[in-house]
């Protein structure tokens, strides 16, 4: 989404500036999602789908590219880098790798903790989501706060506000993976649960499983209440907007972000959030929502418990929150550095 997003907008405010786009499929290429009479599209081959064929692209296929298109910059939005006597611009979203490798596959692990470091110590300006990932790109990698532009990111799309009204559910979204913590979401629900006056309440969980979570798995078979818990699976923009809206709150329980997108989302609702108190949810929910220690369940079934009667004391903060972050601020702010870069 932030490439995307991004992309809408810059090449938009700099229509005589010519972009090449690459891509590592036929069928992306020909079927783009943004095209404009300043943009090329490109494929470079083989389809990097795996840490070796990763390194492959990086290091020979996207310069030899380079090197034929001329180009003067390099801009790589997902914090690789290649190997290229352009300018290079690298956009790190985040260095969950370093914090808990555990996370991502081993091979995934190895090459994002080399090849990242490579990125943030050889790129001419670093990019980054949040001012917490910039924080922990200067103290982990030894990187100037100067040579970091934070360019947050927004709402995949302008979602409407819900009743004032909702319905007794909870919602959480995102990859059922261990980072995303859905176990603490899951135990603290159950006891909320057991408390009294909640029986008409559900938990909805949108989103698709990256790879097995067999703890995520176990305390769903444990639970007592598990008949109340709604995997929805992925949702359309239609339906995730109406999940949001009608919501008595949005839950994410997350042990890291980068940034939190489905936070702003829920906010642009007017629904009202329990996050955990970390990375970057707290930077973006402080104030507009309600923050939690991350794994302390009894604090997940307060809060939830809490907000069945204070949901609606969140409706404005939330709104006014998720006004702050838009496409059109962060592309601004890349546009502006690109204009000092060619001058």
Not at 250 to 258: K, L, N, Q, V
Not at 281 to 290: D, F, M, Q, R, Y
Request: hydrophobic residues 40%; charged residues 20%; proline residues 6%.
């Amino acid at each position: 989404m932030y490439t995307l997003r991004m992309l809408e907008q810059i090449t938009q405010r700099l229509p005589e500036v010519d972009f090449v786009f690459l891509y590592d499929r036929p069928s992306a290429a020909a079927q783009p999602l943004l095209t404009g009479p300043n943009i090329k599209h490109r494929t470079v081959l083989p389809p990097a789908r795996h840490p070796w064929l990763w390194q492959f692209w990086n290091r020979w296929a996207v310069p030899r590219a380079l090197w034929k298109e001329r180009a003067d910059l390099y801009w790589s939005p997902d914090g690789l880098p290649a190997r290229t006597s352009a300018t290079q611009w690298i956009t790190i979203h985040d260095l969950n790798f370093e914090h808990h490798p555990e996370w991502l596959k081993p091979n995934v692990a190895r090459y994002y903790k080399r090849e990242i470091r490579r990125a943030a110590l050889q790129a001419d300006h670093l990019f980054t989501v949040s001012n917490w990932s910039k924080e922990d790109i200067v103290k982990r990698y030894e990187v100037a706060e100067s040579a970091i532009t934070v360019t947050p990111n927004a709402s995949g799309r302008e979602f409407k506000p819900g009743p004032s009204a909702r319905q007794p559910y909870f919602c959480a979204v995102g990859a059922m993976t261990p980072r995303k913590n859905l176990k603490t979401l899951l135990l603290a629900f159950d006891q909320f649960k057991s408390t009294p006056n909640t029986e008409a309440f559900t938990l909805k969980i949108a989103g698709e499983a990256h790879f097995k979570d067999t703890d995520l798995d176990l305390v769903y078979r444990e639970m007592t209440h598990g008949s109340s818990v709604r995997f929805l699976g992925r949702l359309s923009e239609e339906n995730l907007e109406d999940l949001y809206q009608h919501a008595t709150a949005f839950c994410m329980p997350s042990a890291m972000e980068g940034f939190g997108i489905p936070v702003l989302e829920a906010m642009q609702c007017g629904t009202a959030v329990i996050s955990a108190n970390n990375s970057a949810l707290s930077e973006i929910v402080e104030g507009a929502g309600v923050l939690v220690d991350t794994y302390d369940v009894p604090g997940w079934t307060a809060a939830m418990t809490e907000i069945t009667s204070t949901y609606t004391d969140w409706h404005e903060a939330g709104i006014v929150r998720s006004a702050q972050y838009s496409w059109e601020k962060s592309a601004a702010l890349f546009v502006e550095h690109f204009e000092k870069f060619r001058s």
